[in-house]
């Protein structure tokens, strides 16, 4: 079984998905952590953001693995190395959306996806799941917030890694990054026509779980 869940940064979908698969003993796929695995590789090997070509050529080189963690935590792997918490950092969030959307690298990425999530029951979140990676999928969700909720949320997140990040940036940052991933010509972010929408501005987390296992289990 494959579920399929969509949306744009800060509206819960990491959070949302990795618990929901904790719940149904799925794996869990975060797509995007893929991408800022790529992304992470580029800078530690001073490849030019730039350049589409180097970008393309690396990332058929890079091998990228997700295995469940502790308490339903995800591991990420590149090229062997634990970089779970280095992707996470403010500098990858700068640019993994101008990474994500060069073609070649989103063919790499999604290639992989495909065969991770063919191995067994998964749960997969990004902003393409239901639309391209997974169209034929079981389950398909679009999670999303109002801005300045998502903009509160990310900045939460950020600020355990960067100390002195403010609101003004982060929302400058999620404002650029929902323009890229919404108009870009490869694989944009928009809900899948048989996607269940879900604002989850108001909801708590296990609300927004409660709610996609009901669906899942009907």
Do not use: W
Not at 35 to 59: G, Q
Not at 85 to 101: C, G
Not at 111 to 129: C, H
Not at 202 to 209: K, L, N, P
């Amino acid at each position: 079984m494959i579920i399929a869940i969509d949306g744009p940064a800060g509206a819960g979908k990491s959070t949302v998905a990795k618990r929901l698969a904790r719940r149904l003993g799925f794996l869990y796929v975060d797509t995007g952590a893929m991408y800022r695995a790529v992304t992470l590789k580029a800078i530690e090997n001073s490849v030019n953001i730039e350049d589409e070509a180097a970008l393309i050529k690396m990332a058929k080189e890079t091998n990228i693995d997700l295995t469940d963690g502790p308490e339903g935590s995800l591991t990420v792997f590149l090229d062997e190395r634990d970089v779970s918490l280095d992707i996470r950092e403010p500098r990858i969030t700068k640019f993994v959306s101008d990474v994500a959307k060069i073609k070649g690298v989103r063919e790499v990425m999604v290639g992989l996806q495909r065969k991770l999530g063919s191995q067994k029951d998964s749960v997969l979140e990004g902003r393409d799941i239901g639309t391209v990676v997974f169209p034929e999928a079981d389950k398909k969700f679009f999670l999303d917030a109002r801005f300045e909720e998502r903009t509160q949320r990310r900045y939460k997140e950020l600020a355990q890694y960067k100390k002195d990040v403010t609101e003004g940036e982060v929302a400058q940052d999620l404002s650029n990054r929902d323009n890229i991933d919404s108009t870009r010509k490869c694989s944009p972010l928009k809900k899948a026509e048989d996607a269940i929408y879900i604002d989850t501005t108001d909801m708590a987390i296990e609300e927004v779980v409660d709610r996609l296992e009901r669906e899942v289990r009907c």
